[in-house]
């Protein structure tokens, strides 16, 4: 039986999508993530609950209503990518798309017991500049990368619409702000630090969610590990789920075959994490032609 757990495959795929793609007779499916998108699902397809829908706005301002889940012990779920991610989005601007929706969804939840944040995919870089004051309950965040405050327009700024020479700018511009720094801070544009500041835990999303869902009690009866998003680079390293799912899966002996989307810069480093390498669109086995 093959474990079969990639993660979204960003703007295409959820995991749950990804997965039933990637699927063979017998598979057993744990759908993934890092606490980018899917994250609201994953948890929901484990743990149950009851989705709820608050008004909450777009990156560019324009409200509508987003999903939160509440779990039975009362905690609520938030998934920043469904309120201030790229889908839908018609374009990308680092400097005018804002994480203030996603602020005022939080201060909508403050007399919540726990929040659980998944923090990633999300089209944002200000470090949640414009948040209200917030005062949260006990706060765990879900990080989809390691990265530092400062390492994430570097690292991420290209794929929200950053130029090369926008990036000391969106350096300066998050120094600015005056926030924690560490590990996790840098997760979806530097909110990891806003939450960090406001006395949030800062987690590694896939580790914590693998715990949650028991993915070493799945890997018992597994002979192997299907595992994969949208692209496979240099920030995979970074704490990426796939590369934390080939971590856990080597520890128990189990092969890992990745699928990725395609792949950029530095992917030659990731793709020494797995023991087989697919690219491609999952939808048309054909381009998925192995690399290793």
Request: net charge negative.
């Amino acid at each position: 039986m093959r474990l079969v757990c990639p993660t979204a495959f960003k703007g295409t795929l959820s995991p749950a999508e990804a997965a039933r793609l990637l699927m063979e007779p017998g598979d057993l499916l744990l759908p993934l993530s890092d606490g980018g998108d899917g994250f609201l699902d994953c948890i929901h397809a484990d743990l149950g609950g009851t989705f709820r829908s608050l008004p909450a706005a777009d990156p560019f301002g324009r409200v509508r209503d987003v999903s939160v889940l509440e779990l039975s012990d009362g905690t609520i779920v938030v998934e920043s990518a469904k309120v201030i991610g790229m889908a839908g989005l018609d374009h990308l601007d680092p400097f005018l798309a804002s994480s203030k929706g996603l602020g005022d969804l939080l201060a909508q939840l403050q007399d919540a017991p726990r929040l659980w944040i998944g923090l990633g995919g999300t089209a944002t870089m200000d470090g949640g500049a414009e948040w209200p004051a917030l005062k949260l309950p006990p706060t765990l965040a879900f990080c989809d990368v390691d990265a530092d405050l400062l390492e994430a327009p570097r690292l991420f700024g290209a794929q929200k619409g950053a130029q090369l020479p926008d990036i000391p700018i969106l350096v300066d511009r998050l120094k600015a702000l005056g926030l924690p720094r560490g590990p996790h801070t840098g997760a979806a544009g530097g909110l990891g630090a806003k939450l960090k500041q406001l006395g949030a835990r800062l987690v590694d999303g896939a580790e914590e969610l693998m715990r949650v869902v028991h993915f070493d009690e799945a890997c018992h009866d597994a002979d192997a590990v299907i595992t994969g998003e949208g692209q496979l680079d240099a920030t995979t390293l970074r704490g990426k789920l796939p590369w934390r799912v080939a971590g856990r899966a080597h520890v128990h002996g189990l092969p890992v075959i990745g699928h990725f989307g395609g792949y950029g810069p530095g992917w030659e480093a990731a793709a020494e994490a797995f023991d087989e390498l697919h690219f491609g669109d999952p939808r048309n086995e054909e381009r998925l032609l192995p690399m290793i």
